[in-house]
């Protein structure tokens, strides 16, 4: 299939009838090389400069930020941390004395995110690391100069230098009457981490207890405030730097801060780093995007659960099971890192939903098979050219990089001729992307690739070779040098002859400042007086390869020929500059192709998912709750020979709170997971485990199922458990998920089931926020308050999805009796009165056992303990003493071996 007008290659050996374009399309031109060729004359007109990123319709259109000013004139102050991909933020408005805290999230290389950012933001100033990635900090620049210009205002960059000494920071307080933005350069210290954090914990805020003790700080603040985003801690840590060293400023500082809130981008998904590590949606979750020490790599392991093989190579980098590893067939790099940037941040914004979900039925439409391979095999050729832009912008583009240049202009080229082809529906986005994106140029900047760029002959010469039919004056330097090559045989030939006594090899060679010089292989005699000389000829150096001379014939070929060779370089340098000018003006293209190439990649990965291990694609909407019928865990049947799929059904206005009792190792666990998996998949926009599946949008997910216990972190399996738990209590709404898996059992029994009959009471009677965005938000959701108020917003009673498992069985005497609470178990039956089968079937009703001595016995502990255990336990259920096992001992009970 030849869908690309490619001409016909060039020959490699030049002749004088070599025959160029026609003057319409490849005028040929003798001029010096400083003037611009002809050959690129037509493409030039043609090619319209794109701009870099900045002026790009940004992400989110309803974009907006909590902290923006009232005034016209912006107090804002914005501190930015990015770190290998990884964007946080902390942004302070002295209006209302809060900082409100962007979550991290992972950023793409045209920093899309931070500018919206920055745009809705409006910030008089921007505080940042001196050690600032060059790009970004350039569109940082970028940015606040076109915020100056739209303000009537103008740009500075304030760079503070040194470890102690800086400049007088009241040059840097917002100028109010110019309007001015300005970037505040501080030093990396004041970003590190443990830094961040200790003046983090010296925050007082009102909502505090006042008899709070300094070491309870921390543990208070990360009921909402989540320590393991690391990039925004940071940034938080910078933030707090900078407000202490403006203590002439009547409202900025520490001390004056009301409230610390955190916020998300409008659309997104709000998942904490422990709920994402739980439901294994990454099988590596790294706490440290650094080289670790075997130190740290110890202090970290209980979190990153990373590769075997990943210690060796100091950062836990390979990716075994997960949600993502599952999903992850795409073709190309670019596609398999958008794919892991949609795992990574789950939307509920339902266009995107909505057109991800369009094109996964087209492609898992049999139907559709053959035009499905097409694009899989184009998607293999179209390579990341984003770092082969910036390398070439730099004058640095090597063979290989104009290779996938090639290569991705004309895959790309190809793929949009078979959506016209085809007359695929352009009502599917990723469809109409290609057709807008895909511009008709891409198969021009490929042909100029092609006829220019001689591979086969830029291998051999270890350089970038200009094919033959680009300038006459290059193509007869070229000619000349063929010539020349016969010349120069004749010449040494006939140098050999007029030396005396000489037998061995002789070569004329060219050096560049030096001219053509005669090379003999170096002899045994050579130099045994110190001399080198030979009569007629004038000796210049020595090296392994001979001994180097001039002649009157070398001479006279510097006069005839010259720096011949320099000169083609010097020729084939100055086209290739032209030609990557030409391309760099689709640096706008090609940023587009790599995100809609991205994108086609991931929807024909997930279709190619869900087709194999049959999935479907949910339905979702505002009011329909969680509905799924035979639902599996992704990840769990494929460990298993047989998975017993459940449906699930909570309604919008009953059954929110689900609680799940049943025998140890029944599988209360898994099916929790399984429904928190597949809330999670369709927001992200895959096909879900599932004949059926109707989902509601979901705006947090929040769960308590893993402990992930270190000394790195100071804190007790308990009390990790209750910040995790502390998030959901302070920012649930009616839209989210909550996932609680026996908690409480950290404690002794009567306080956990206390606390979790408490939180219960509390998700039942309190009024939850309906909306998505406030009165004062302008689009950002406020991830919730911390004393729970909800002012001037609609409220409705419904708490949010509950789904819990306990094996507190008396909870049912402690929590209130409504249609919103349903009690469910697993089915399980008795066999020959001693084992219990489990059948891993969900249906309503509660179980009053845990059964734990069959558990214990299945798990081959032995007849005198699972005896021992019974008795204690009967001896307890009917409020009886119980004997202990020394006097038991004493008086041969029969327990002496225990």
Same mark, same amino acid.
């Given at each position: 299939?030849n ?20 003057? $319409? ?22 090619s ?13 259109e ?33 209006e ?50 076109s ?10 960059? +304030?760079?503070?230098? /040194? ?16 309007g ?32 709070? !003790?300094?070491?309870?700080?921390? $543990? ?95 950062? !836990? ?14 073709? $190309? ?36 098979a ?22 070439? =912008? ?41 057709q ?19 591979? +086969? ?7 970038? @070779? @200009? ?17 020349l090559n ?13 030396i ?30 110190? =001399? ?21 014939r ?17 020729? +084939? ?31 024909? !990965?997930?279709?190619?998912? !869900? ?17 799924? +019928?035979? /639902?599996?865990?992704p ?23 689900n609680i ?14 399984? @429904? ?14 599932? =004949?059926?599946?109707?989902?509601g ?21 308990f ?32 306080d956990?089931?206390?606390l ?18 406030? =009165? ?68 309503? /009703? ?9 558990? $214990? ?14 008795e ?11 004997e ?15």
């Amino acid at each position: 299939m030849n869908h690309f007008p490619f001409s016909t290659p060039q020959p490699s050996t030049l002749t004088s009838e070599q025959q160029h374009p026609s003057s $319409s399309e490849l005028p040929i031109v003798t001029d010096s090389v400083s003037r611009r060729f002809a050959f690129f004359a037509s493409d030039v007109d043609k090619s319209k400069e794109v701009s870099l990123g900045f002026n790009r319709k940004p992400i989110f259109e309803t974009f907006g930020v909590p902290v923006r000013s009232n005034d016209d004139l912006s107090q804002v102050v914005m501190s930015v941390v990015w770190h290998s991909g990884t964007l946080g933020a902390a942004l302070y408005n002295p209006e209302t004395a809060t900082i409100d805290l962007l979550r991290d999230i992972p950023e793409d290389p045209t920093y899309q995110t931070l500018q919206s950012l920055v745009r809705s933001a409006s910030p008089c100033m921007i505080v940042v690391s001196h050690t600032l990635d060059d790009k970004l900090r350039e569109i940082l620049k970028e940015l606040a100069e076109s915020h100056a210009e739209k303000d009537d205002g103008d740009f500075a960059l +304030e760079a503070e230098e /040194g470890d102690s000494q800086f400049m007088d920071h009241s040059r840097l307080l917002p100028d109010q009457r110019s309007g001015k933005a300005r970037i505040s350069l501080l030093p990396g210290k004041d970003f590190a981490l443990g830094p961040a954090k200790q003046r983090i914990a010296r925050l007082r805020l009102p909502c505090m207890p006042e008899d709070i !003790a300094s070491t309870e700080i921390h $543990s208070f603040l990360s009921t909402f405030i989540d320590f393991q985003r690391f990039c925004m801690v940071r940034a938080l840590g910078g933030l707090l730097v900078y407000l202490d060293k403006h203590p002439g400023s009547e409202r900025a500082g520490p001390s004056s801060v009301l409230a610390v809130r955190m916020f998300s981008m409008e659309g997104d998904v709000v998942i904490d780093q422990n709920s994402m590590h739980a439901l294994r949606v990454f099988h590596t979750s790294k706490l440290w995007s650094g080289p670790l020490s075997v130190l740290q790599a110890k202090l970290f392991e209980p979190f990153s659960d990373s590769h075997p093989s990943a210690f060796k190579a100091g950062k !836990a980098s390979k990716e075994g099971v997960s949600l993502y590893a599952l999903f992850n067939r795409c073709r $190309s790099t670019i596609g398999a890192r958008m794919l892991r940037l949609w795992f990574s941040r789950p939307t509920q914004n339902p266009s995107i939903l909505r057109s991800r979900h369009q094109a996964i039925r087209f492609f898992m439409n049999a139907d559709n098979a053959q035009v499905k391979v097409e694009f899989e095999k184009l998607l293999l050729g179209i390579k990341d050219v984003r770092t082969t832009m910036g390398r070439m =912008s730099k004058g640095a583009c090597t063979l290989n990089d104009w290779i996938a240049l090639q290569k991705t202009a004309e895959n790309s080229f190809i793929l949009s001729k078979i959506v016209s082809r085809e007359n695929l529906p352009l009502d599917i986005e990723i469809f109409g992307k290609i057709q807008d994106y895909f511009v008709k140029d891409l198969g021009r900047i490929a042909r100029i690739i092609h006829n220019v760029v001689d591979a +086969e002959a830029s291998v051999l010469e270890e350089r970038i @070779v @200009v094919k033959p039919g680009i300038v006459e004056e290059l193509d007869d330097l070229k000619r000349s040098l063929y010539r020349l090559n016969e010349t120069l045989t004749v010449i040494a030939n006939e140098e050999v002859s007029q030396i005396e006594g000489l037998t061995r090899e002789i070569r004329i060679t060219y050096i560049p400042h030096m001219g053509y010089l005669l090379v003999l292989n170096q002899g045994a005699e050579d130099g045994l007086d110190g =001399s080198y000389e030979r009569p007629g000829l004038e000796f210049v150096f020595k090296a392994k390869s001979g001994l180097f001379y001039k002649s009157e014939r070398t001479r006279q070929l510097d006069n005839d020929f010259g720096d011949l060779v320099p000169k083609i370089h010097d020729f +084939e340098r100055a086209v290739l500059m032209q030609l990557q000018e030409i391309v760099l003006r689709y640096t706008r293209v090609f940023q587009d192709i790599m995100e809609a190439a991205a994108e086609l990649d991931c929807l024909i !990965a997930m279709a190619n998912v !869900a087709t194999s291990r049959n999935y479907t694609v949910p339905q979702m909407g505002n009011d329909i709750g969680i509905m799924i +019928e035979e /639902g599996r865990h992704p990840l769990q049947e494929l460990y298993v020979p047989t998975f017993v799929p459940n449906s699930t059904s909570i309604g919008y206005d009953e059954n929110r709170v689900n609680i799940l009792t049943g025998p140890n190792m029944s599988g209360k666990s898994v099916y929790l997971k399984q @429904v928190a998996v597949m809330v999670f998949l369709a927001h992200v926009g895959c096909p879900v485990p599932a =004949s059926v599946a109707k989902i509601g949008y979901t705006d947090k997910i929040f769960t308590r199922l893993l402990s992930d216990e270190t000394v790195a972190l100071r804190q007790s399996a308990f009390l990790i458990d209750l910040t995790q738990v502390g998030l959901a209590v302070n920012y649930a709404t009616n839209k989210s998920l909550i996932i609680l898996d026996e908690f409480g059992k950290g404690t002794r029994a009567s306080d956990g089931l206390a606390l979790l009959a408490s939180i219960l009471r509390f998700f039942s009677n309190r009024s939850f926020d309906t909306s998505t965005t406030s =009165s004062t938000t302008h689009g950002l959701r406020n991830i919730g308050s911390v004393n729970g108020t909800i002012n001037g917003r609609r409220v409705a009673h419904q708490p949010p999805v509950i789904l819990l498992a306990t094996h507190f069985h008396t909870l049912m005497e402690l929590v209130p009796t409504t249609t919103m609470i349903r009690y469910l178990t697993l089915d399980t039956v008795h066999s020959d009165g001693q084992s219990l089968v489990f059948l891993y079937k969900v249906k309503t /009703g509660m179980f009053y056992s845990s059964h734990a001595t069959l558990t $214990s016995r299945a798990a081959g502990f032995s007849e005198k303990v699972v005896e021992r255990m019974q008795e204690m336990t009967e001896k307890l259920r009917d409020n009886k003493p119980i004997e202990p096992l020394a006097k038991l001992r004493t008086s041969g009970a029969g327990f002496c071996d225990l």
